[in-house]
């Protein structure tokens, strides 16, 4: 059973580690996790039923965070289809209550420690210029790994988005090879 709403929104301890559990996703955790990613501004919405795939035909590389029976953290991610030692980041999130716990590494490594990423010696994913939590977050990762970050300008406002989005740039850690194990 769900946490009563005043405890759903009540702040975890800051800069604490907490303990929730970190686990697959399921095609019946979609709906949760549009909900998630719409809370968490300036994560682009993707349609419930793009979740419910993510949930469902990417169970074996995204990862849920839940605590007390809410679902306070995701990341959607997949092995690159011509890059089998790749595991790219499509999306993290983190409810609110949750941030500066930590969690998001903590994700990233359990991601990292699944068979299905056994073969992951990198990562890659795309950042816009002005987000500095995912900036950070992925800086921290990749020194955490000893592994270098190198980015590039990737799709394109004009080019891509019609002028509509910000510039994506490609971010790609590693390889980190043995260090892998070492950091999780």
Same mark, same amino acid.
């Given at each position: 059973?769900?946490?009563?709403?005043?405890?759903?929104? #009540? %702040? =975890?301890? $800051? +800069?604490?580690?907490?303990?929730? &559990? !970190?686990?697959?996703?399921?095609?019946? @955790?979609?709906?949760?996790?549009?909900?998630?990613?719409?809370?968490? #501004? %300036? =994560?682009? $919405? +993707?349609?419930?039923?793009?979740? &419910? !795939?993510?949930?469902?035909?990417?169970? @074996?590389?995204?990862?849920?965070?839940?605590?007390?029976?809410?679902?306070?953290?995701?990341?959607?991610?997949?092995?690159?289809?011509?890059?089998?030692?790749?595991?790219?980041?499509?999306?993290?999130?983190?409810?609110?209550?949750?941030?500066?716990?930590?969690?998001?590494?903590?994700?990233?490594?359990?991601?990292?420690?699944?068979?299905?990423?056994?073969?992951?010696?990198?990562?890659?994913?795309?950042?816009?210029?002005?987000?500095?939590?995912?900036?950070?977050?992925?800086?921290?990762?990749?020194?955490?790994?000893?592994?270098?970050?190198?980015?590039?300008?990737?799709?394109?406002?004009?080019?891509?988005?019609?002028?509509?989005?910000?510039?994506?740039?490609?971010?790609?850690?590693?390889?980190?090879?043995?260090?892998?194990?070492?950091?999780?």
């Amino acid at each position: 059973m769900p946490p009563p709403a005043d405890q759903k929104t #009540a %702040p =975890l301890p $800051r +800069n604490q580690k907490i303990a929730p &559990l !970190l686990r697959q996703p399921e095609a019946s @955790d979609g709906a949760a996790v549009w909900q998630l990613v719409s809370e968490c #501004a %300036p =994560l682009d $919405r +993707n349609s419930m039923y793009c979740n &419910l !795939l993510q949930c469902d035909h990417f169970a @074996d590389t995204s990862i849920i965070a839940e605590h007390d029976g809410d679902i306070i953290g995701w990341i959607s991610a997949y092995i690159v289809p011509n890059e089998p030692d790749t595991l790219f980041i499509w999306q993290v999130a983190v409810a609110e209550r949750a941030r500066g716990t930590g969690l998001a590494s903590r994700m990233l490594r359990g991601l990292l420690d699944r068979a299905a990423c056994a073969g992951v010696t990198s990562l890659k994913t795309t950042i816009t210029d002005d987000n500095e939590a995912s900036w950070a977050l992925f800086r921290r990762f990749a020194a955490a790994q000893g592994a270098p970050l190198e980015r590039e300008a990737h799709f394109r406002r004009d080019e891509h988005f019609a002028g509509r989005h910000a510039t994506e740039h490609m971010v790609t850690i590693g390889p980190f090879g043995a260090e892998k194990k070492a950091a999780a």
